[in-house]
């Protein structure tokens, strides 16, 4: 079957050839599986984004697709602080309000995310030089 319209892109005549005679292309073997369920590697855990980071976007959407949870603000749940600048006076007193907190690169999240699987974070923490 034979379609004549107009191609989106520059608004000309278009012919383009449907080799189903019109029938609907979906399967719906395809079509009705569950989406796979994601690892829940930062399950529990409550992070801050802070200052700057190489990909923000993809910080905060591995950890959310991973089953952590990211804070707006700096609160008393926040466990680790992600961020890719160096120790300085915040870091002091971000500790002083919550001293549980663990400052950690952004590598971390984007490792977990490469290998697949939980790594420790102490390779990325940060600490005062």
Request: net charge neutral.
């Amino acid at each position: 079957m034979l379609t004549i319209g107009k191609s989106p892109a520059n608004g000309k005549r278009a012919v383009t050839k449907n080799s189903n005679n019109g029938a609907s292309t979906s399967n719906p073997q395809t079509t009705k599986r569950p989406l796979p369920e994601l690892p829940d590697y930062l399950l529990d855990k409550v992070f801050f984004l802070y200052g700057t980071l190489t990909d923000r976007r993809s910080v905060y959407r591995y950890i959310h697709a991973y089953g952590g949870q990211v804070e707006e603000y700096m609160c008393d749940e926040v466990q680790y602080v992600i961020t890719d600048d160096t120790w300085d006076d915040n870091f002091d007193s971000a500790l002083n309000d919550n001293p549980n907190l663990t400052f950690v690169k952004s590598k971390w999240i984007s490792e977990i995310h490469t290998k697949q699987k939980y790594i420790p974070h102490q390779k990325y923490a940060i600490v005062p030089e």
